[in-house]
């Protein structure tokens, strides 16, 4: 149980487009959904924290702008960002919390993207 | 603010013990750890929420002092799929916002 799956699982993109992300739990209810960023060799760094249905709160230095965050649902969740920069290339993990587990985060399998 | 990992990194021959430790200066409602390996998302090993708490899962177990503010997590006779990187992430308010450490390296080697 409490799988979480993001899609795609790498993207190549060019300078100035936009790019979504998706993160669905498969098996359970997530009622809050985590977005998260790496860099090689270094730690996760939480950009956003969603409640199904409602905005998202950002962290301090998280452009919300930049960074669309959508959780239309209790299994779905997207991660939109627009107009990339080679900057933006970085690692991109989904959690998933929910149901008598809500303590626990299960992550996705992550999505690297890069900006060209 | 980030919780403090250590040792940074530490290179075991497999059937040895590891301890990693987190502290955090400030007061903590829960701890959670997971390991990542290379290129792969975070996996879930255990949370500890206040009160003292310790929890084992096979070889691996861990210990929360809420008063220290510190948990360590320990790793007997470490096989080699233990190698990776491990991360604590502290909770202050109770609402799931996990902040992680830096990780820690753990190379478990024949």
């Known amino acids: 149980g409490a799988v979480v799956s993001q899609h795609p699982s790498w993207v190549i993109c060019k300078s100035g487009t936009s790019v979504k992300i998706e993160c669905r739990s498969l098996?359970?209810?997530?009622?809050?959904m985590f977005w998260y960023r790496q860099f090689p060799k270094q730690s996760l760094m939480l950009m956003a924290t969603?409640?199904?249905?409602?905005?998202?709160?950002?962290e301090q230095g998280v452009e919300k702008d930049k960074f669309l965050i959508n959780h239309a649902s209790l299994t779905l969740s997207t991660l939109t960002v627009t107009s990339a920069h080679p900057e933006d290339s970085s690692f991109y993990i989904c959690?998933?919390?929910?149901?008598?587990?809500?303590?626990?985060?299960?992550f996705g399998p992550g999505t690297r993207l890069t900006v060209l | 603010q980030q919780p403090v990992q250590s040792p940074q990194a530490v290179i075991l021959r497999e059937g040895e013990d590891a301890v990693i430790n987190c502290s955090s200066s400030?007061?903590?409602?829960?701890v959670h750890w997971y390991r990542q390996k290379h290129g792969e998302a975070p996996v879930f090993l255990m949370i500890?929420?206040?009160?003292?708490e310790q929890k084992g899962h096979e070889k691996i177990s861990a210990s929360f002092n809420e008063k220290k503010q510190q948990s360590s997590l320990y790793l007997t006779a470490s096989q080699l799929s233990y190698s990776g990187t491990y991360f604590c992430?502290?909770?202050?308010?109770?609402?799931?916002?996990?902040?992680f450490g830096i990780g820690t390296k753990l190379q478990v080697i024949p």
């Open positions: 959690s998933a919390s929910g149901g008598a587990r809500y303590n626990e985060q299960f």
């Open positions: 992430g502290t909770d202050s308010g109770g609402y799931q916002k996990v902040t």
């Open positions: 098996d359970f209810q997530a009622t809050t």
């Open positions: 969603s409640n199904e249905g409602s905005k998202a709160t950002y």
């Open positions: 400030k007061a903590l409602y829960s």
């Open positions: 500890l929420l206040k009160g003292g």
